[in-house]
């Protein structure tokens, strides 16, 4: 029971917050919806026993990429934002495309059959503690997509400067 | 015990709505900001489904789409801020130099 309320909350929150990041008129006020959205799905990530992957988020999403969010509002001029419209011409179109979706998915959802279980249950788990086990299973099996995802940060990184300098006077 | 299907109509919840405002959003900071709304909402999905059939590969796969999602953060605010130089605006309809 307590858990089905413990749920009912997170779900209730993440919805109402992604709501009112996509429909606030003030970027400054969305990015903050965003901050209290990335807590509650860290939360709901915890109450997974994912222990490993709430502090990932919190860490990477509201430490690393909000502020980069943050910075990049710097740039809009709220008070013109402020007076024009929020929504693109389409936008009627978006909304019945988002809401068919969403029903496609449903839908698709009666025909999942899940998995045969594996061998981390939450006993073992709990015996090895959860980031040695996701580290022995990434620097194991996966560690060759680690080091991909290590070059794919190094591309990012080169991207954004090359991106983001002022073209040198010649 | 919350049933698995709960948490993936959460995430078909939170991936309709980012859809939404990837789609109708002016400002091109809060479509950025939509790409990791759908994100996240398929790291709910993948997390919840490796609590409940006992695997961690999933949570694996979530760790990677935080990684590539962080470089994608970085690549779109570059683009942007470069869109903002160049033409002065960050309004997603008055680009309109390749005639879409």
């Known amino acids: 029971m307590i858990q089905q309320a413990f749920f009912a909350y997170f779900a209730f929150v993440i919805t109402i917050l992604s ?29 997974l026993n994912a222990e490993f992957m709430a502090a990932i988020q919190v860490i990477v999403y509201a430490g690393g990429i909000l502020v980069l969010f943050l910075f990049a509002v710097l740039l809009v001029n709220i008070r013109e934002e402020l007076q024009i419209g929020k929504y693109i011409g389409a936008a009627p179109t978006s909304f019945t495309f988002a809401v ?10 009666r025909s999942f059959v899940a998995a045969p279980p594996g061998i981390y249950s939450i006993e073992l788990i709990k015996q090895e503690t ?30 954004a400067i090359v991106l983001a300098k002022r073209r040198l006077k010649s | 015990m919350v049933p698995l299907s709960w948490y993936m109509v959460l995430g078909a919840v939170v991936f309709a709505i980012g859809v939404f405002g990837f789609l109708s959003r002016k400002n091109i900071i809060i479509v950025f900001m939509s790409i990791e709304l759908m994100l996240n909402a398929v790291n709910i999905n993948l997390i919840s489904m ?3 059939i006992q695997d961690l590969r999933g949570q ?41």
Do not use: C
């Open chain 1, 19 to 47: 709501l009112l990041i996509v429909t606030r008129k003030n970027p400054v006020h969305s990015v903050m919806w965003m901050l209290l959205l990335f807590f509650h799905i860290a939360g709901m990530y915890l109450f």
């Open chain 1, 130 to 159: 959860h980031t040695k086990a996701l580290g022995k299973l990434l620097y194991t099996e996966f560690l060759y997509p680690f080091e991909v995802a290590s070059l794919i940060l190094l591309v990012a990184i080169i991207g």
């Open chain 2, 60 to 100: 694996i796969l979530a760790f990677f789409v935080i990684a590539v999602a962080a470089a994608e953060a970085a690549i779109g605010l570059a683009i942007v801020i470069a869109l903002f130089r160049n033409k002065a605006t960050a309004h997603v309809d008055e680009v309109k130099e390749m005639q879409g």
């Open chain 2, 50 to 52: 490796s609590h409940y």
């Open chain 1, 100 to 109: 068919g979706l969403f029903v496609v998915i449903v839908m698709s959802l």
